[in-house]
């Protein structure tokens, strides 16, 4: 991929302010209420108030907590998952179907079950996010571990090796690409799911905190909350690029876009 130097760097951010002076232009010439349309203004301000009372970074704490913890376990359960399918067909014709329905059904109706059985606290809002993150990685772990040469496979099978090292030495490689994309997927999915379940039921957090402001029709503040979750899904989304590119520093195919595989099979 060809690396773009600090001109384009000083346009992206040059287009971002032009987009954010449109935005205040037209609210001014349409004489918007802050109460349906903040300008820009308006909503700087309120994050300079809930940074400086400290308040967004409380509720943003455990907002990140629950997004990794979240992620963390929906990966684990993922890649096992989609191990045992990928290299059993039986499995996978009994299991997989299972997998599908259930994640077909709509995790915003599933939340209120999981604050229930989880309770207000973190917990619930770690199970929404695992339960949101699971399927692009179980998705991409199956295709990329079934992705393998199969004349490679025949080959260390000539040669007596097991299972586990054709698994290990062949497969697991080969579907490391495959791997990461779905984990960027994931990620941001898995933030989306705990905003989901804080919305609904929640202690603390910025989508508890989202709420009660919207009680209060403070619009202005709830757009500041909705640009430090834009901010915090773009620093999530970018470590896990930084790890990329450092685990498959060889692989530059996914440099310019995101993996076909996870877009296609999961939104």
Not at 194 to 207: C, H, M, P, R, S
Not at 247 to 266: A, C, E, I, N
Request: net charge positive; aromatic share 12%.
């Amino acid at each position: 991929m060809k690396r773009r130097g600090p001109l384009a760097f000083c346009l992206r951010l040059i287009f971002l302010a032009a987009l954010v002076g449109l935005w205040q232009l037209v609210v001014v010439a349409l004489d918007m209420p802050a109460f349906v349309v903040p300008a820009p203004t308006r909503v700087a301000y309120a994050l300079y108030q809930g940074i400086g009372s400290d308040i967004y970074t409380t509720h943003l704490y455990v907002t990140v907590v629950e997004t990794l913890l979240g992620f963390a376990l929906g990966c684990v359960l993922a890649f096992l998952f989609g191990s045992v399918i990928a290299m059993s067909r039986t499995v996978e014709y009994y299991l997989y179907p299972l997998v599908v329905m259930f994640q077909a059904m709509p995790k915003v109706a599933l939340v209120p079950i999981i604050v229930i059985w989880f309770g207000l606290g973190m917990s619930s809002k770690v199970v929404s996010a695992a339960l949101v993150a699971f399927f692009p990685l179980m998705v991409n772990t199956i295709v990329g571990l079934r992705s393998a040469d199969e004349d490679r496979v025949n080959l260390m099978r000539s040669l007596a090796a097991s299972r586990w090292q054709i698994f290990r030495m062949l497969q697991l490689p080969n579907a490391t690409p495959y791997l990461f994309a779905g984990l960027e997927i994931a990620m941001i999915f898995a933030l989306i799911g705990a905003i989901v379940a804080e919305l609904l039921g929640a202690e603390k957090g910025l989508g508890m905190y989202m709420q009660s402001l919207n009680f209060n029709m403070d619009v202005a503040g709830q757009f500041s909350i909705l640009f430090i979750l834009a901010i915090l899904g773009l620093t999530l989304n970018g470590l896990i690029v930084l790890v990329r590119r450092r685990v498959l520093f060889w692989d530059r195919s996914r440099d310019t876009d995101v993996s076909s595989v996870s877009k296609g099979d999961v939104l």
